[in-house]
């Protein structure tokens, strides 16, 4: 590559020479796309920032999350405590910090194995379609049908109380609508001409499903996906709340609202401040999801 | 090379089965370039799909190369000697796989080696540089990406090659260009083409022999020389040829 031009233009040309430019160009094209979205902007340094204060937690932390001080609790926000202290006196900031560990585990899971399902099996049965579409379908209403909450309680009394079995519950009641969403781009797909090309290239039904109907599937997943976390989250801290996720003395967001329900009236900031906690996360995930619809959309307009 | 006998083709189920060619018969000898023609709906794209396997809904004898294909399959040896371009250039090129992508994998599927030297020779024959090679469909207009569309065609060095009607989605200009590759690729490659149109000049241009379809059955097959002197046997033809007469050039 000479050096006449500069790095950006190299990136946005036309006529890119190698694989490897081809590919950085179109990712560094969705950068500058997401980059002009200034709310996604806002909610993707919320959640780096997020990210962060989950990775350095024990560092960024004044105090233990556990540390009990009865003389000091309930004390309004001060110098002392940024955001002031729990019916047990234990710090609410540093709590916080440390739940945002919990918080991210919680979503990282979810995200991961939830869509995962849902593709697979969305995409099989829109793409196999006859009697494969009836069952795999059907499966998907019935645990549509299922409440998270009894589900919930099942795995818990079988597996025991914690919040890694709260999120796999969750988990497993959280695909079925992103199995829908993948059917329906399956469908709209399936009979299209570049599949039917493919086809007559002799391309197995396997690599059909991989290579060219997957990657279509996963852009609107993605941004589903985004813009579900809020309700995983909520749904997270309800089960807290039930005792059925985060166990005590873990400084889980949803159960520290559960634990400042008591207080509510006289002491707002024991409920409130992971309460915007959790509103702060969610409303940054919705606004991440935005931005990658912006960049995911496979026609590449921006209307 | 190419031999119809007795053809029908329907679409979903009774009460409410459509049947979309009906008897349809023709043969297609090596090296000739056959057109079909008829207005919308007259089954011609149909034809193309049944024999290219994509609709497994037929009946009646279809046979390439003397050799007899089934309802719902195809092998290799078919995709090796038959290929198609299709219609609308925006919808038959996967917006996410770049060019480079499609030929490779294209190339791979067909067995071929070399397959850098050969999406090299590939973009050249049908007129487009080096630089397109690593292009997303989206970065192409619709004359190139038709462009890349007959190479991934020719990838599998077919010899018959289904046209559905490639320029229709095109604009005039473009038309003339694809045309101009398309007629020239057959000389250089002595392909056999299936040409589907509803454009009695563009046929006319490309054609050696053509068949006129109405309602699923056809009605004529003829000459190209008979179009153009506008002899048609049936009434339909030449109410065909006076329909498209404003079009046709002097």
């Known amino acids: 590559m000479s050096n006449t031009i500069s790095r ?73 405590h940024w955001l002031g202290t729990d019916g047990l006196g234990r710090d609410i900031m540093s709590r916080l910090i440390h739940g945002s560990r919990i918080t991210l585990f919680i979503v990282g899971t979810v995200a991961l194995i939830a869509p995962i399902i849902g593709l697979f099996i969305g995409t099989v049965a829109g793409f196999a379609g006859g009697w494969v579409d009836q069952v795999l379908m059907r499966v998907t209403d019935i645990f549509l049908a299922f409440p998270k909450l009894i589900l919930a309680l099942a795995f818990v009394a079988a597996l025991g109380p914690s919040i890694g079995n709260a999120v796999l519950a969750l988990a497993l009641t959280a695909w079925p609508p992103y199995a829908r969403l993948a059917r329906a781009e399956t469908l709209t797909i399936r009979h299209a001409d570049f599949i039917a090309a493919a086809r007559l290239q002799g391309a197995g039904r396997l690599r059909l499903l991989i290579r060219h109907i997957w990657p279509l599937c996963v852009s609107s ?12 989250i909520l749904s997270a801290a309800g089960l807290g709340f039930l005792g059925l996720g985060a166990q005590p003395p873990m400084p889980e967001w949803g159960a520290m609202i559960s634990d400042g329900r008591t207080y509510i009236l006289d002491f707002w900031w024991v409920a409130a401040m992971p309460g915007l906690a959790i509103f702060t996360v969610s409303i940054a995930f919705n606004l991440l999801g935005d931005g990658l619809r912006d960049v995911l959309d496979p026609k590449g307009d921006k209307s | ?103 490779a994998e294209t190339l791979r599927l067909q067995g071929m080696d070399n397959i850098d030297k050969r999406i090299t020779k590939l973009l050249d024959d049908v007129g487009l540089g080096k630089g397109f090679r690593f292009r997303y469909p989206h970065q192409l207009s619709g004359g190139q990406r038709q462009r890349v569309a007959i190479a991934r ?94 079009y046709q050039p002097a």
């Not at chain 2, 409410?16 to 009906?22: I, L, M, Q, S, Y």
């Not at chain 2, 390439?64 to 038959?92: E, I």
Request: net charge neutral; aromatic share 6%.
């Open chain 1, 8 to 80: 950006r233009d190299w990136l946005l040309s036309d006529a890119p020479q190698t694989r490897r430019q081809a590919r950085l160009g179109a990712i560094y094209q969705g950068w500058l796309t997401f980059r002009s979205n200034k709310l996604a902007m806002v909610g993707l340094i919320i959640l780096v920032l997020l990210i962060g204060m989950a990775i350095f937690a024990p560092l960024l932390a004044p105090q233990s999350p556990y540390a009990q001080d009865l003389g000091a609790r309930l004390q309004p926000p001060s110098a002392a």
């Open chain 1, 221 to 232: 997943l993605i941004v589903r996906v985004a813009l579900d976390m809020a309700g995983i």
């Open chain 2, 1 to 103: 090379m190419l031999n119809v006998k007795d053809l029908n083709v329907w679409f979903g189920q009774p009460p409410e089965r459509v049947d979309a060619v009906k008897g349809a018969e023709f043969s297609v000898r090596q090296g000739e370039s056959f057109g079909l023609v008829g207005e919308s709906g007259s089954g011609k794209s149909t034809i193309l799909r049944a024999i290219a396997g994509l609709i497994p809904t037929w009946s009646g004898d279809i046979a390439v190369d003397g050799k007899p294909l089934k309802a719902d399959r195809r092998d290799r040896a078919f995709f090796k000697t038959v290929q198609m371009v299709f219609q609308d250039p925006y919808a038959s090129l996967h917006p996410r796989h770049s060019v480079d992508a499609v030929l």
């Open chain 2, 153 to 246: 065609a020719l990838a599998a060095e077919p010899r018959l090659l289904l046209l559905d009607e490639p320029t229709s989605a095109l604009d005039v200009s473009v038309q003339a260009e694809i045309l101009n590759l398309l007629a020239d690729l057959r000389a250089e490659h002595g392909l056999t083409y299936v040409m589907v149109s509803h454009d009695l000049s563009v046929v006319g241009h490309m054609c050696d022999r053509l068949a006129v379809m109405q309602h699923g059955r056809i009605v004529e097959v003829m000459s190209v020389d008979a179009l153009r002197r506008g002899a048609g046997e049936e009434d339909y033809t030449r109410h065909l040829i006076r329909a498209s007469g404003g």
